[in-house]
């Protein structure tokens, strides 16, 4: 109930390419999601975040699609850079909840080719 | 910008000894966090304080322990250190006002011999 399914484990992309990231959760009252970006040898960082009130947000080359009914939703990284390779992390928290209800994905090692 | 400072980057410690890690965070958050991360098995709470000398245990909190004496500083304590203990742990703060938004330091990596 309170677990976040990330998938893929690992990612490799070239250049210019669109990197998906998934995300599945099955807790009804989880209304926050966060995603998290982690570059290597450093600690992860608030990247996007979504609420359900909309089915996507989008900064930059980064967009997060929510799917309510499906409950599921995902992070699309738009003409991927090498300098996107890191580990990206899902998470879901009801808001109600705080900080420390946040429940995270395994996350997903981004590999980015030139 | 919040900066969460963990003091030490890498330690490495013999089975059996006491380690202390040690969190410091610049924001005045009321809520401070200790994560372990493994691969593969994403980042899991340890324990985490919403207040001062205040903890509440995590998913995993067999074999640590904390200390929250002042409100920037957040102590994560392996009393006897075990090898399945070698991973790197993450402190983490946030504030109420913030909402959800977690900020961490850059990690203590420990590896137990």
């Known amino acids: 109930q309170q677990q976040v399914k990330q998938s893929p484990q690992s990612l490799i992309v070239q250049k210019g390419g669109i990197s998906i990231i998934n995300c599945a959760y099955e807790?009804?009252?989880?209304?926050?999601f966060p995603w998290y970006q982690q570059f290597p040898g450093k600690g992860p960082a608030l990247l996007i975040a979504?609420?359900?009130?909309?089915s996507e947000k989008k900064e930059g080359r980064f967009t997060i699609s929510f799917n309510k009914s499906a409950k599921q939703f995902s992070l699309h990284i738009m003409d991927s850079q090498p300098g996107d390779s890191a580990t990206y992390f899902c998470?879901?928290?009801?808001?109600?909840?705080?900080?420390?209800?946040?429940?995270f994905g395994k996350g997903t090692k981004l590999t980015v080719n030139p | 910008d919040v900066k969460v400072t963990q003091s030490s980057r890498y330690l490495v410690k013999r089975t059996g000894e006491k380690v202390f890690l040690e969190c410091v965070q610049d924001?005045?958050?009321?809520?401070m966090f200790w994560y372990r991360q493994d691969p593969g098995l994403g980042l899991r709470l340890i324990y985490f304080?919403?207040?001062?000398?205040?903890?509440e245990k995590g998913d995993i909190p067999e074999g640590y322990s904390v200390s929250r004496e002042k409100k920037e500083r957040f102590s994560l304590i392996l009393e006897s250190a075990s090898t399945n203990q070698t991973s790197m742990y993450l402190c983490?703060?946030?504030?109420?006002?913030?909402?959800?938004?977690?900020?961490f330091g850059e990690g203590s990596w420990l590896t137990v011999v």
């Open positions: 983490a703060s946030s504030s109420r006002a913030s909402g959800n938004t977690i900020y």
């Open positions: 807790n009804t009252a989880f209304d926050y």
């Open positions: 979504i609420r359900p009130d909309v």
């Open positions: 998470a879901a928290t009801p808001t109600q909840g705080g900080s420390e209800k946040l429940v």
């Open positions: 924001m005045d958050h009321e809520n």
């Open positions: 304080s919403y207040d001062v000398k205040m903890k």
